[in-house]
């Protein structure tokens, strides 16, 4: 049986606050009137373009303080590792119309992550979830301790980049947004060195199971009516991109039956489609250059990265109760 309290917690979990979209909605009243003021003209004359001109490198961070006193060590222990830095490295090649923050903050016992106003914001009441959910050992698929705790934590930063990305840059999205989202993370994931995109999918994938609590569950009609997938839908969706994107990184997935036969056999055809629609959508919004060269240094450090956080994040763990009192 799925518990109310589990259910609850995925109805909250990443939920994007805003649902407009455009680039002059955030902008102050004086902004909008000016640039609508200039669209006209555009339209008008047929040339000039009132949308901000496009460039990289435009990801802002910060650590606030927290609020609650037990989440001081994980506060600590990101800044010490860099662990924004890194992901502002990561984000760094998308071109941006303005300037996208992410932080990490204190949500008053919330368990949550969002995007609105150009500002994503996790919580870390989500961060020491993360962490109180992880393993007490590696675990014998080869995915250890420290994968199941960076890989959900990489997931929730950039699905909720990916709701960013929609609305910043106005990408259509077929399909429920949530689910799109989850798409957008695996594929980046994918595209990290072989060995680390095994990690980080097969970990985020992890960090959905804890929320299934057996092969059986009895659940509500109501909480199917959710704008998120299941957790056990996420997580045969980003195992079935694993799969799809590589046969042999996965194949143990599939031989040991934690995607299903049935649904491998269609896993190629989805990172198809989702690779034909970053390639067309997203490709176009990324400076390749810089893209290139973060690869090269991301593929050189990650080991030593992980060498680094793996320790302090676990010890944090150990130190941090859930303020929530949530599974
Ligand atoms: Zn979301």
Not at 26 to 38: G, L, Q, R, S
Not at 98 to 104: D, N
Not at 106 to 120: L, M, P, Q, R
Not at 232 to 246: E, S
Request: with cysteine.
């Amino acid at each position: 049986m799925l518990s109310p309290s589990i259910g609850r917690r995925a109805a909250v979990i990443h939920r994007r606050r805003t649902k407009s979209r455009g680039p002059i909605r955030h902008k102050p009243a004086a902004m909008v009137a000016i640039v609508a003021a200039i669209a006209l003209w555009s339209l008008a004359i047929g040339t000039a373009s009132a949308a901000p001109k496009s460039k990289p490198n435009q990801i802002k961070y910060e650590y606030v303080a927290p609020k609650d006193p037990a989440h001081q060590p994980i506060h600590d222990q990101m800044k010490q590792g860099r662990a924004l830095e890194h992901l502002q490295e990561l984000l760094s090649p998308l071109r941006l119309p303005y300037p996208l923050t992410i932080k990490v903050a204190g949500c008053d016992g919330t368990i949550n992550a969002w995007y609105n106003d150009e500002v994503i914001t996790v919580c870390y009441e989500l961060l020491a979830e993360i962490l109180k959910n992880a393993p007490p050992k590696d675990l014998p698929i080869g995915i250890s301790r420290a994968d199941t705790i960076l890989g959900p934590v990489l997931a929730v930063f950039l699905h909720e980049t990916a709701h960013a990305l929609f609305n910043m840059l106005q990408i259509p999205v077929l399909g429920r947004e949530e689910d799109a989202a989850d798409q957008f993370t695996a594929y980046v994931m994918l595209k990290l060195s072989k060995d680390e995109a095994r990690r980080m999918i097969l970990g985020s994938a992890y960090h959905h199971t804890v929320q299934i609590p057996g092969p059986q569950v009895t659940v509500p009609v109501r909480s199917y009516s959710d704008d998120h997938s299941t957790a056990a839908q996420r997580m045969f969706n980003i195992l079935c991109l694993g799969y799809g994107a590589d046969k042999k990184l996965f194949a143990d997935v599939v031989e040991k039956d934690f995607l299903p036969k049935g649904r491998a056999e269609l896993c190629d055809r989805e990172y198809e489609d989702v690779d034909f629609a970053m390639t067309k959508l997203v490709g176009p919004h990324i400076d390749k250059a810089r893209a290139r060269k973060f690869h090269e240094v991301w593929a050189r450090t990650v080991s030593a990265r992980r060498a680094k956080l793996t320790p302090a994040i676990a010890e944090s763990g150990k130190q941090t109760p859930n303020p929530a009192g949530a599974q």
